[in-house]
């Protein structure tokens, strides 16, 4: 209450931020269950949107640096507000000079990226480094990056492998799968190669749904690299990520189901798969395709055009076994292959 007037206090910053982000969520409700279009909002949502936008500018404007985020990252994605990377640029800087780590890792990005501000990969990097040191696990994955490349940084695999871990630690997915990768090939500068410390990082990154640790984990399971081999888990993983339509994984299950190794025998079901992953561009798979219209397995009929049309994308990528295919059909003069 006000001391003089008795009457109540206007609310602060914190509490006008704290109604904006809840304007905010009931149209984000809204966008995610496909009731509205961030193209063309109903006039009750774009209410709610705008009402979002002016909190925000009222609770920016007074320093508080949550608002100035969200204001941000509002002009960063132009939602509500015309796009502005610049706009988006000045507020991330206000929010970060007040120490709010996930505005430092957003100025690190722009600055990575050269967007609202001039590229500097070492002006990202000094900025990730504040978010990381607060503990951000993006931030943290993010220097691990620049470490790895080199960028802003001098290049070290151990500084990478120490973010990473930092990261992989508090579960984000990505930086459980760089650590993988850098036992997995033993990446020098003090990091030993270690298979089996690979796998158990990609392990948890592919119980996330990450789609290069599932496939990472068929091979494994396939080969017996860092694991007791097995190819029915190796199918089992190489089936996760083929669903998320991720192609290798995709060629590799139709191999399994093809050979009838660690799965039931399909040469139906091997066919859909190299299809999935043909039709996204894999050589291997354009090629196993095409044999299996050759001899008219596991597609709904043998067809000689399809053999070429299929093994001609393969051999356009260089496919020495699709070359090949082409040219012995070509000198029988079936499906319309030339010599």
Same mark, same amino acid.
């Given at each position: 209450?006000?001391?003089?007037?008795?009457?109540?206090?206007?609310? !602060?910053?914190?509490?006008?931020?704290?109604?904006?982000?809840?304007?905010?969520?009931?149209?984000?409700? #809204? =966008?995610?269950?496909?009731?509205?279009?961030?193209?063309?909002?109903?006039?009750? @949502?774009?209410? %709610?949107?705008?009402? @979002?936008?002016?909190?925000?500018?009222?609770?920016?404007?007074?320093?508080?640096?949550?608002?100035?985020?969200?204001?941000?990252?509002?002009?960063?994605?132009?939602?509500?507000?015309?796009?502005?990377? %610049? %706009?988006?640029?000045?507020?991330?800087?206000?929010?970060?000079? #007040?120490?709010?780590? $996930?505005?430092?890792?957003?100025?690190?990005?722009?600055?990575?990226?050269?967007?609202?501000?001039?590229?500097?990969?070492? +002006?990202?990097?000094?900025?990730?480094?504040?978010?990381?040191?607060?503990?951000?696990?993006?931030?943290?994955?993010?220097?691990?990056?620049?470490?790895?490349?080199?960028?802003?940084? /001098?290049?070290?695999?151990? +500084?990478?492998?120490?973010?990473?871990?930092?990261?992989?630690?508090?579960?984000?997915?990505?930086?459980?799968?760089?650590?993988?990768?850098?036992?997995?090939?033993?990446?020098?500068?003090?990091?030993?190669?270690?298979?089996?410390?690979?796998?158990?990082?990609?392990?948890? @990154?592919?119980?996330?749904?990450?789609?290069?640790? $599932?496939?990472?984990?068929?091979?494994?399971?396939?080969?017996?690299?860092?694991? +007791?081999?097995?190819?029915? /888990?190796?199918?089992?993983?190489?089936?996760?990520?083929?669903?998320?339509?991720?192609?290798? *994984? #995709?060629?590799?299950?139709?191999?399994?189901?093809? +050979?009838?190794? !660690?799965? @039931? #025998?399909?040469?139906?079901?091997?066919?859909?798969?190299?299809?999935?992953?043909?039709?996204?561009?894999? =050589?291997?798979?354009?090629?196993?395709?095409?044999?299996?219209?050759?001899?008219?397995?596991?597609?709904?009929?043998? *067809?000689?055009? %399809?053999?070429?049309?299929?093994?001609?994308?393969?051999?356009?990528?260089?496919? *020495?076994?699709?070359?090949?295919?082409?040219?012995?059909?070509?000198?029988?003069?079936?499906?319309?292959?030339?010599?």
């Amino acid at each position: 209450m006000c001391p003089l007037c008795r009457g109540p206090l206007p609310p !602060g910053p914190e509490k006008i931020h704290e109604e904006a982000a809840r304007r905010y969520m009931v149209v984000l409700r #809204q =966008a995610v269950q496909g009731k509205a279009s961030w193209a063309a909002l109903p006039a009750s @949502a774009q209410h %709610e949107l705008d009402a @979002a936008i002016a909190g925000w500018r009222a609770a920016a404007g007074d320093g508080y640096a949550s608002a100035q985020l969200a204001l941000g990252e509002m002009f960063a994605i132009g939602r509500g507000v015309a796009q502005s990377y %610049e %706009e988006a640029a000045r507020l991330f800087k206000k929010a970060s000079d #007040q120490g709010h780590a $996930q505005a430092q890792n957003n100025l690190g990005r722009l600055s990575r990226d050269g967007q609202g501000v001039a590229q500097s990969n070492a +002006e990202a990097a000094k900025w990730y480094l504040k978010a990381a040191t607060q503990g951000l696990a993006s931030a943290q994955h993010s220097l691990g990056l620049m470490y790895s490349n080199g960028q802003g940084v /001098k290049q070290s695999n151990t +500084e990478a492998l120490k973010w990473y871990k930092k990261a992989a630690e508090q579960g984000f997915g990505p930086a459980q799968c760089n650590v993988g990768q850098l036992y997995a090939t033993g990446g020098g500068g003090g990091v030993a190669q270690s298979f089996v410390k690979a796998a158990q990082w990609y392990k948890k @990154a592919a119980e996330q749904g990450i789609a290069l640790a $599932q496939r990472t984990m068929g091979s494994f399971y396939y080969s017996g690299r860092g694991v +007791e081999q097995s190819p029915v /888990k190796a199918a089992q993983w190489y089936r996760k990520a083929a669903v998320q339509g991720d192609a290798e *994984s #995709q060629h590799f299950l139709a191999l399994q189901l093809y +050979e009838g190794h !660690g799965v @039931a #025998q399909s040469d139906k079901e091997a066919a859909l798969w190299w299809q999935k992953a043909a039709e996204q561009g894999n =050589a291997e798979a354009q090629f196993n395709l095409g044999g299996l219209f050759q001899d008219g397995r596991g597609v709904t009929a043998k *067809s000689d055009v %399809e053999a070429v049309r299929w093994y001609k994308k393969a051999a356009d990528q260089g496919h *020495s076994g699709a070359q090949f295919c082409l040219k012995v059909l070509a000198s029988m003069g079936r499906g319309g292959a030339q010599m």
